[in-house]
Structure formats: structure tokens, C-alpha cells
């Protein structure tokens, strides 16, 4: 019997679509990669009439990734002009699941594939990245083994349908998404390193990590900046309104608005003034009543979500898809991630709406509805990539949790809202004269409230008016000339902001959380109250320095040039390579022009930001100059010399402190001390040594603690314990400066061994415990508080193994996995480790000939 493999993109659209396609016969197991299920079932293969085993499972979203090869990855080897031509490589995207390996498995044996990945270009691209995995381990057979289905919503009807009708991937979206991820990514890199490396350089008070460009993420902080741009250029203008109270005979003082609503020139509008004064009198011309409708919305889609969310809810984007990503995860609603606004033609309403019945909040509403019939949803768009987001079961708030509950009950209240009545309601409008001046006063009644019942914020102000009659005539209470200023708009808010996107184009549902989150993240924006965006001064002088430069680096306008020239290679009418080397050589002009240019934004920079030798304070000895060097802490914090001119980078995150002036025997430099606080990792490191390892074999970024330089009385030779418990090459180090609460921790993962809280010398020797091969470790209790027997202070030994140890060592990881024998890693100890060895007489250029 033949093997027909069939892929879907997420683990839990296969087993939906496996349990329509096998009527519920299916038999499942997890996969080797833990991540993804494989449903089995036997049936008839639809395009050869075939009896064949099925063999159904997923992805989980891109198998591959694109990056830069080898040395290319590195910032400080690589010129940035070169990443326009550099090689680049797929490479898997989430290495952990191992997916390329988990597919081929399945594929062996199979003699067909049928592809069920997202029908938009994303899911077109992973089709072709599921057949490059899979290729080599299926049979080979004769005429069409590969195929693609095309279906638009998870329902029997569609999926059946699909099979019945398959095709065959598409390759030009694939290569349209290809093209994509190339240019993002060289475009991106080249001037994000290029700009980073200059202004962080330069300037000390620049408190960012990263200063990134990107095609959609620049153009998105450029919205914001334009704004701020506006409000700062405002210049409020006054205008005059005339103001009118006449008295109704019922008892009411009604205001009127004037027809004019407002002039500009005092003089006209006195004018105007003077001309009614003179009026005892106002005479309704007409009173006209209309029946209006407030429409009902239509269905849910990601963005639409995510802007209530933010202007209702108060939630950010990244918040809210992370926070729906569960509930969808949990059964409770549908896939959040859809531009549909329009149910599927069998999309089972009725039976959605029923679950919501016993609903305390909005039950009855439900059950009304579901009494004197459902209306038709309004009509929305079919993107075609999954229904609208709609709750699939009840829940309550104690069983989500605060947040997951506001959201689902928006979820809910607005699905229950398609399908509920228009809202009516009865607007009054009485016209009126007052000399040759028109007037009027509006009243709005609610007439049937419809789906305002239960989105309750939608619910119409109601404004009653007394009863007016034609010719009736009313006393003037009050005329006078009221004068106002246009006022300046405010900051965009995260809901403005995501319409923009959306109409300019600039990312997909699924990338524009993304994008807001990375221009908060990388301190461009801050936000503010009522989920407005405020550029900070980095993001303005940004924008401002692209503007100077090359307008088009921060406009929209050149996002949706590259789409349309991406949808043409997606329609077969544009050549890949052509529309790639096309689009990469216009930005590796801009791009040289760009750095030719930067003096320009660099000006901008001068002014707002100060200098790097002119930020932070002094914290220890250059070994160079043995001047002082400043530590400068705004992110990211760094070390200047500014004797040197040089910079050192620092690891973030935690304090850096001075470290009791001792020196770095290689180079002379004052150690520092990095610490996440009393609990938690700390270990101290020499800032040049850091940034340029002693050894080839040495990564960067590390301290002491990784150190095997013989020489260094700080570094894993000499403090180093054990084999880590937990990790595969991580080494147990004494952490010489824990006392007293001691500890020692991997250098590697995150393992922290507490021990000895009485001890006030704590020591690694020289010898091995012959059980383990971890090093004997000395200590030395403080009198009186010693737990040895007799008073004691001093012992030795192993410990995880020795008696007396082994009840003092807190065991944060209950598994301890010995496996002895390795000691301290990579040629650690032994090597000259001698007593008494001399100081190297000129560090420097010891450490220049004898390391690199
Ligand atoms: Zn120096
Ligand atoms: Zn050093
Ligand atoms: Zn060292
Ligand atoms: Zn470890
Ligand atoms: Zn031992």
C-alpha cells in the first residue's frame, strides 16, 4: 500500500484537518521532535483513485531561516557594505525543534506529499522548505508525487473540498518571499551595524543597544516622529463662535449651534454678533426627524483586535497576540492571526452562539438573539487564510486569569455583536433663524439598541429634545461671541499608529506587533498614557537624520515600490534574480551614499547626545595608560578610555562594580566585577581581555571564570570545581567574591550552587576527589559559628562527596548527573600552575606574541 505524507503549519491545524479528512478515524502519536503530532489513517488517495495509508503531521511555522555566513556574522571583521554581496545560508529556525530531521523521518517510504501549509505566500514559501527536507527520503515514483491544496477555512467542506481539487506549489510566491528575506536582511544588517558602530562610539548618553534600521520598522518609528514633528511645529490660531441660549416654553434652556460653527477674523464674527443682537426672538423653519442606524460591525480580525485592544483594553499588541496565542493554544477561540473579516459560507453560527448561552453577563442577550433569529453578518473580506477570530467554548473569568478573560470577553461580545441588530435610533434636528442667521439643535433617541446591548461601549449618548413646532417662536436667553484657539493634535496612539501601518502597507497581522514592540524595545518611543507613542530623543534625531540624508530610508513609499515588485515575481510576471539584484544595488547605493552622508546626521547626534568622553565616571585603570577609565552605564554599558580612545564593551544586564584594584596578570587592566545581585550569577573579568579573548579558542564576552590562562589567579585554572550538573560543557566555579554567603556557579548555564554560609575562606585546591574527580575544596569556618565536630575550623574535601560537606552544599538542581573524570574542562588545570611563577615583565607585548 502506498504512503501519502501530508504537512499543515501548525501542529494543531493537521490534527484538525486530519480528523475531518479521516472522519475522526485517526490514529496519532508525537513525533520525534517532540513539538508535533503524526496522524494515521487508511483511505482513498483522491488524484489516482488509489487505497493508500495517510500519514498527516506539521510544521511549526518557517523551518529555515536566513542568515549571513561564517564570518559575516561578525561586527567587527566585516565592512557592512560587504553584507550586500555576502553569502548568505538557510539555516534551521528553531534549532531545538529539529524539524528538517523530524520531516525527513516521516517521509521515508512516502510516495507522495500533499501540502496543507497557510494559503498565503508565507505558507507557499514553507512548502518548498518542507520539500527540501523531505526530497531525499521519499520513494521515487513516476509523473506527480508532490501536491498543494488550496482551502480557506478549517471546516468539513473546505478541507474536503481541497482534497478533492489538488495542485501544485507555487513557485514564484515561494521566490517572492525568498526575495523578501534577502533584501530585509542585507538591508537591515548593513545598516544597522554600520550606524550602531558609529554613534555608539561616539557618544555616551545614547541609551540604546541597538540602532537598527529596518525596512517596515523604520517607516513605523517614522509615523510616530512625524507626529511629534507636527506638534511641535503648531501654532494655535484663535476663531470665534457664537454662542446662543433661547429659553423653550416647557422650562428648558437649549444651546444652539451656529451654522457658520466657527470664523476666523474677530471682526466678521462681531459683526455677526451685532447683526443677531438686535433680535428678540428665534423661528424654527423646520423640524426634521430621521430613523439612522449605527451599523453592527463586522467580523474580527487580527488588526482590528489589537487596535481595541489597545484603545479599550489598554493592552499592547505583542501583549495581546501573546495573551490570544494562548487562548487558541487552550481551545477557547479561533486562530488570531487572520486578515478575514468574513465568515465562511458554512461557518456554524448558531451552534458558536449556543455555547455562550449560560453566559451570567451576556446569556440572555444570547438567548434573545437566538429566540427571534440571528441577523446576516455584514458582509466583510475573505483573505482567504483563516476565518475571523470567534470564541470556539465558553469560559469564565476564574478559569482564564484577568487579562486572557477582558480579551475573551471582547472576543465574545464582539462575535455575539455581528450577529445581532443594527442599532436605531430616531435624530430630531430643529432648524432655526435668528435674523438672517441659521441655527440648529440636534436630540437623538434610541429607538432599538441592537448589538449596543452587548458592546456596550458603542452605546449612543441619548440627547432628548422638547418639542418644537414650525414658526413657533422662542426667547433669545443669551448671544455672545466666544473666543477659542485650534488646538494642536496629541501623540499618535498605538491604535492610530496600527491603522497607518495597515493602510500603507508596512508589515502583516502577524509582523505588526513586532514592529511597535522593537521601536519601544529599542528606546525610540516610549509610551505614555492612554497608549499614546512619544518619540524619545533618539528616535527623533533618527528620523530627522534619515530626512537630511535620504527621505526615502524612513518613508513608506519604498516598502509598498518593494511589494509591488515582490507581487510581481509572485505572479511569474518578474524575474527572481532580476527583481533581488535590482532591489539590492538601489540600496547598496543608498547605502554608500547614506555613509558618505553621515556628517549630516552626526551634527544632529552632536546636539542631543554628549560625547563619550564626556559621559560616565571613573571606575578602574586602563593597562595601557593607567589612567582611569569612565564607565559609562547608559545602555549599552561600556568602559572608555579616553586617553586610549578605546572602548570596551561590558556584559549587560547586572552591576558593574570595581573589583578590590586587582589587575589582569596578561595586560594590567583593573578587574571588574560583574553581579546580578546577592542571589543570583556574578564573576569578574578584565575588561580587555573581555573584548579580546587570550586565546583563538576563547570566545569573546567572557570573564574570568572562563579564563584558562595559567597565569590568572581569578579564572576557572584556579577557582574551577566540577563538571556543571546540568550542562554539557559548563565548568562549577568558585565565585571568589560571593563570601560570605559562598557559592559557585556554571560558566556556562544558569546553575548556582550555594554552600559553606559560615565559612570566611573559601579555596580550591590543588587535588581531585578520586569518586568524582571534582577538585577538593578547602575551607575555613570563622570561630564559633564553625558546624565542624570539636570546634574544628578547617577541613577539606569533595563536595558532593565528602561527609561532612555534602549536607552543608544547597542543591539547587535536584538532579546531579556526575560524571567525573573531565575536571575543569578544556586543558584547565595542571599546565604551570606553580607557586611563586613571576609577573610577565611587559604585559602588553606578552600577551600580542604569546596569544594572537
Ligand atoms: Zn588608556
Ligand atoms: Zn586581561
Ligand atoms: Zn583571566
Ligand atoms: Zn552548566
Ligand atoms: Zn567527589
Known amino acids: 500500500m502506498k504512503t501519502v505524507l501530508m504537512v499543515a503549519e501548525k501542529p494543531s491545524l493537521a490534527q484538525s484537518i486530519a480528523k475531518i479528512l479521516s472522519n475522526g478515524q485517526m490514529n496519532s502519536r508525537k513525533g520525534s521532535n517532540g513539538a508535533c503530532s503524526v496522524h494515521e489513517y487508511r483511505g482513498v488517495f483522491p488524484p489516482t483513485r488509489e487505497n493508500v495509508f495517510y500519514k498527516m503531521t506539521s510544521v511549526c511555522g518557517h523551518v529555515f531561516g536566513l542568515d549571513f ?30 524539524m528538517p ?68 506549489p507555487n513557485k514564484n510566491e515561494s521566490l517572492s518571499v525568498d526575495a523578501r528575506q534577502e533584501m530585509d536582511l542585507r ?23 541597538l540602532i537598527s534600521y529596518g525596512p517596515c520598522q523604520t517607516p513605523t518609528l517614522g509615523f510616530c516622529v512625524d507626529r511629534h514633528d507636527k506638534i511641535q511645529s503648531f501654532k494655535p490660531e484663535p476663531y470665534w463662535v457664537i454662542h446662543v441660549q433661547v429659553a423653550h416654553p416647557g422650562g428648558r434652556v437649549i444651546n444652539l449651534d451656529w451654522d457658520r460653527v466657527r470664523i476666523f477674523d474677530k471682526e466678521v464674527a462681531q459683526m455677526f454678533v451685532n447683526m443677531i443682537k438686535g433680535v428678540d426672538s428665534a423661528r424654527v423653519l423646520k423640524v426634521v426627524q430621521e430613523e439612522k442606524f449605527k451599523s453592527r460591525p463586522i467580523a474580527l480580525n487580527t488588526v482590528e483586535m489589537l487596535r481595541t485592544a489597545s484603545s479599550g483594553l489598554g493592552m499592547g499588541p505583542q501583549h495581546t497576540m501573546q495573551i490570544a496565542e494562548r487562548l487558541y ?84 461580545r464582539h462575535f455575539i ?62 448671544v455672545k461671541l466666544v473666543d477659542r484657539q485650534t488646538s494642536p493634535p496629541d501623540y499618535l496612539t498605538e491604535s492610530e499608529l496600527i491603522t497607518l501601518m495597515e493602510k500603507h502597507g508596512i508589515g502583516t497581522d502577524a509582523s505588526i506587533p513586532v514592529h511597535i514592540n522593537n521601536i519601544c524595545e529599542r528606546n525610540y518611543v516610549s509610551i505614555i498614557g492612554g497608549r499614546k507613542l512619544k518619540p524619545t530623543a533618539l528616535g527623533i534625531v533618527l528620523v530627522h537624520g534619515y530626512q537630511k540624508i535620504d527621505a526615502e530610508l524612513v518613508l513608506p513609499t519604498m516598502r509598498s515600490a518593494l511589494e509591488k515588485q515582490l507581487n510581481l515575481i509572485a505572479g511569474g510576471k518578474a524575474n527572481y534574480e532580476e527583481v533581488l539584484h535590482h532591489g539590492i544595488s538601489i540600496f547598496c547605493l543608498k547605502f554608500k551614499y547614506f555613509v558618505e552622508s553621515i556628517p ?36 549599552p554599558s561600556r568602559l572608555h578610555c579616553s586617553n586610549c580612545d578605546e572602548t570596551f564593551s561590558l556584559p549587560q544586564n547586572g552591576n558593574i562594580k570595581l573589583y578590590k584594584e586587582i589587575k589582569c596578570p596578561l595586560d594590567d587592566f583593573e578587574l571588574v566585577l560583574w553581579t546580578t545581585g546577592v542571589r543570583g550569577k556574578s564573576f569578574p573579568l578584565c575588561p580587555y581581555c573581555f573584548n579580546n579573548p587570550p586565546f583563538k579558542d576563547m570566545r569573546k564576552n567572557n570573564g574570568c571564570n572562563e579564563c584558562t590562562h595559567p597565569s590568572c589567579q581569578h579564572s576557572l585554572s584556579q ?37 559553606f554560609e559560615n565559612a570566611h575562606r573559601v579555596s580550591v585546591g590543588e587535588d581531585t576527589c578520586d569518586d568524582c574527580g571534582s577538585h577538593i575544596v578547602n575551607v575555613d569556618f570563622s570561630k564559633g559559628k564553625t558546624p565542624l565536630a570539636d570546634g574544628n575550623t578547617e577541613h577539606s574535601g569533595c563536595v558532593f562527596c565528602d561527609n561532612v560537606f555534602k549536607p552543608m552544599v544547597e542543591k539547587h538542581h535536584a538532579v546531579m548527573k556526575r560524571r567525573g573524570g573531565r575536571g575543569r574542562g578544556r586543558g584547565g588545570r ?23
Open 69 to 98: 555566513m561564517g564570518k559575516y556574522n561578525n561586527w567587527d571583521r566585516v565592512d557592512p557594505v560587504e553584507l550586500f554581496s555576502a553569502p548568505t545560508s538557510k539555516k534551521e529556525a528553531t534549532e531545538k525543534l529539529k
Open 101 to 168: 530531521a523530524f520531516l525527513s523521518k516521516e517521509a521515508r517510504g512516502a510516495d507522495y506529499v500533499v501540502l496543507w501549509l497557510d494559503c498565503d505566500k508565507e505558507g507557499e514559501n514553507i512548502c518548498f522548505e518542507v520539500l527540501d527536507c523531505i526530497e531525499n527520503s521519499m520513494n521515487r515514483g513516476t509523473g506527480q508525487t508532490v501536491y498543494r491544496s488550496k482551502f480557506s477555512a478549517i471546516t468539513d467542506r473546505d478541507i474536503k473540498e481541497a482534497m478533492n481539487k489538488l495542485v501544485s
Open 187 to 209: 538591508i537591515g544588517c548593513a545598516f544597522t551595524r554600520f550606524q550602531t558602530k558609529f554613534f555608539q562610539g561616539k557618544y555616551g548618553d545614547l541609551d540604546s543597544t
Open 329 to 412: 493554544t487552550q481551545g477557547y477561540i479561533s486562530y488570531p492571526r487572520t486578515e478575514t473579516t468574513h465568515y465562511p459560507e458554512n461557518f456554524d453560527l448558531r451552534g458558536t452562539l449556543k455555547q455562550q448561552q449560560s453566559n451570567s453577563l451576556w446569556g440572555s442577550i444570547v438567548s434573545d438573539l437566538l429566540n427571534t433569529g440571528i441577523q446576516k453578518p455584514k458582509k466583510g473580506s475573505d483573505v482567504g487564510d483563516h476565518p475571523p477570530i470567534t470564541p470556539m467554548r465558553p469560559a469564565t473569568e476564574a478559569e482564564l486569569g484577568h487579562d486572557p478573560w477582558r480579551l475573551y470577553d471582547f472576543i465574545t
Open 417 to 478: 455583536a455581528t450577529l445581532s441588530r443594527d442599532m436605531k435610533y430616531l435624530q430630531t434636528t430643529v432648524y432655526m433663524e435668528i435674523g438672517a442667521e441659521k441655527f440648529t439643535c440636534t436630540g437623538k433617541v434610541v429607538l432599538d439598541p441592537g448589538f449596543t446591548t452587548v458592546l456596550t461601549w458603542k452605546s449612543a449618548d441619548e440627547e432628548t429634545l422638547p418639542e418644537f413646532k414650525k414658526d413657533q417662536n422662542l426667547t433669545i436667553n443669551e
Open 600 to 635: 549630516g546626521m552626526d551634527e544632529l547626534f552632536e546636539v542631543t547626545f554628549s560625547p563619550l568622553a564626556a559621559s560616565g565616571k571613573p571606575l578602574s585603570r586602563c593597562g595601557k595608560c593607567r589612567r582611569f577609565m569612565k564607565f559609562v552605564q547608559a545602555k
Open 719 to 755: 577557582n574551577g570545581v566540577s563538571e556543571c550538573v546540568e550542562c554539557e560543557n559548563g565548568v562549577l566555579v568558585l565565585d571568589p567574591t560571593s563570601s560570605p554567603k559562598w557559592r559557585m556557579a556554571c560558566n556556562k548555564c544558569n546553575v548556582v550552587l550555594h554552600f
Open 830 to 852: 595542571g599546565r604551570g600552575r606553580g607557586r611563586g611563577r613571576g609577573k610577565p615583565k611587559d604585559k602588553m607585548a606578552a600577551l600580542a606574541a604569546y596569544f594572537v
